[in-house]
């Protein structure tokens, strides 16, 4: 059984029992029209005051929309463990947010595996050249003033969610996927896929997605964009110097940004 027919067959059981289900990574919403708003947020990048400023400018109600996050909320910036206990506190409040994680977030629990955040940082690892060293320096700051935050923030990035359907017009991920392919040989596509993905998917449901700031398509674009195969990309490049942090209601494609 792929990906989809799994998503399709695990909406249709949880038909009439539940707003919100997730199991082993995979997330169902069986009825979208519960919510005013499905509301997508491209990648964050540790860059708290364009997170903030986003928030105040989208009127997120907790109560009548989805919120969808789509990963990457650390790396490259100093406040990366700040956004991610952003984050978590959103979805500890409401059932109704669904964060996923990037391939920044398996980077990070990638190099604690085997490392320790007291010790020394290991330049040798590939994560600290991808702006883990920002993400490091924050997380360090945390552990000495608060060891049991910091714990809880690790826990919360091994929470994370690899997809999400929700009703039966979209699927949210990191960066991608293979239709044909089960769900559990595919967790490292969900993170890393990007031209693959992006000239192959020619599925009928509309698949939102971050990882890959929408300044690869065309140098002067700041605002997500629609591909033709059904495909919208919300990272707006939080990490560049005019990037964004963006929201996009996905059934009416309206958008909301940070402040520059």
Not at 24 to 39: K, T
Not at 170 to 184: D, E, L, N
């Amino acid at each position: 059984m792929n990906i989809c027919e799994e998503m399709e067959k695990r909406r249709t059981r949880l038909l009439g029992t539940c707003t919100i289900s997730a199991f082993d990574g995979m997330v169902i919403v069986p009825h979208i029209e519960l919510f005013r708003r499905v509301l997508a947020i491209g990648d964050i990048h540790g860059n708290l005051e364009r997170l903030l400023s986003l928030f105040h400018r989208m009127d997120y109600c907790v109560e009548d929309d989805l919120l969808v996050f789509l990963g990457d909320y650390i790396d490259r910036g100093e406040y990366s463990a700040e956004c991610l206990q952003y984050v978590m506190k959103l979805t500890e409040k409401s059932s109704h947010v669904i964060a996923l994680t990037g391939n920044h977030e398996a980077m990070m629990l990638n190099y604690f595996e085997n490392h320790s955040i007291r010790d020394p940082m290991d330049e040798t690892h590939g994560w600290l050249h991808s702006g883990g060293i920002q993400t490091f320096e924050s997380l360090s700051r945390v552990y000495w003033q608060d060891s049991a935050l910091y714990h809880a923030l690790l826990s919360f990035v091994l929470s994370l969610n690899h997809i999400a359907a929700v009703g039966t017009e979209y699927i949210f991920t990191h960066a991608g996927f293979y239709p044909k392919v089960p769900y559990a040989k595919q967790f490292d596509a969900m993170l890393w896929l990007r031209e693959e993905f992006y000239h192959n998917y020619d599925g009928e449901k509309t698949v939102v997605v971050g990882h890959t700031p929408v300044q690869f398509f065309h140098k002067e674009q700041t605002r997500p964009i629609r591909l033709q195969n059904k495909i919208i990309d919300c990272d707006t490049g939080s990490f560049l110097p005019h990037g964004y942090i963006s929201c996009v209601d996905v059934k009416s494609m309206k958008c909301w940004q940070s402040a520059d």
